[in-house]
């Protein structure tokens, strides 16, 4: 059997017939449209206040969406999460977005637009997080072993700050053991 992976960049592999069991698909998890189901999100957050009740005129939101490392499509659940807070009467001017590297390179700016879309770009202050730069970061505290913490000086201008971005274990940081999978999220 001549089997094409439903991925551009995967190509086409043959198996033979006596070594195919089938072809095993995960079922739709809705008929919805994603755009509905990401408003229906957004507007129903599991264990919190709708954003548009949390953030009050006046106050600062920083976002923080994971970098082109990660596959979540920022520039399609964005769009959610600005309706809320320009329903809440915060103005673009009271919004930045802080890109969550980690220590990853910083995102060039087709990557950043590819991210979190052209809107975005042209309409927020969009940065990179500068991890490397401790004059653009402050100290938390430390960890039990002494270590010390920084963040970004970008969380203290916020009043509140949003993360978008995928939830997963992560492998090179040992979990969960490699014997168990070979992927990412």
Not at 6 to 34: C, K
Not at 42 to 54: C, D, K
Not at 82 to 95: F, Q, S
Not at 108 to 134: C, D, S
Request: aromatic share 6%.
């Amino acid at each position: 059997m001549q089997y094409r992976f439903p991925y551009d960049f995967a190509g086409t592999i043959t198996i033979p017939d006596r070594n195919l069991l089938g072809v095993f698909q995960a079922h739709p998890h809705s008929d919805r449209p994603e755009a509905e189901i990401i408003a229906a999100a957004v507007r129903h957050p599991i264990g919190a206040p709708r954003l548009a009740e949390l953030v009050k005129p006046g106050e600062r939101v920083l976002l923080l969406p994971d970098d082109v490392t990660r596959a979540t499509p920022a520039h399609r659940i964005l769009p959610f999460i600005l309706a809320e807070l320009a329903a809440a009467g915060v103005p673009d001017a009271d919004i930045r977005v802080l890109m969550s590297l980690g220590t990853h390179r910083k995102m060039t700016p087709a990557e950043l637009t590819a991210k979190l879309g052209p809107e975005v770009m042209q309409r927020f202050l969009v940065e990179n997080h500068h991890w490397e730069e401790l004059d653009k970061m402050y100290r938390v505290g430390e960890s039990a072993s002494g270590a010390p913490i920084y963040a970004n000086r970008a969380a203290q201008w916020a009043d509140h700050i949003i993360g978008i971005g995928a939830i997963c274990p992560h492998a090179i940081a040992a979990w969960p053991p490699r014997s168990i999978t070979r992927g990412g999220c």
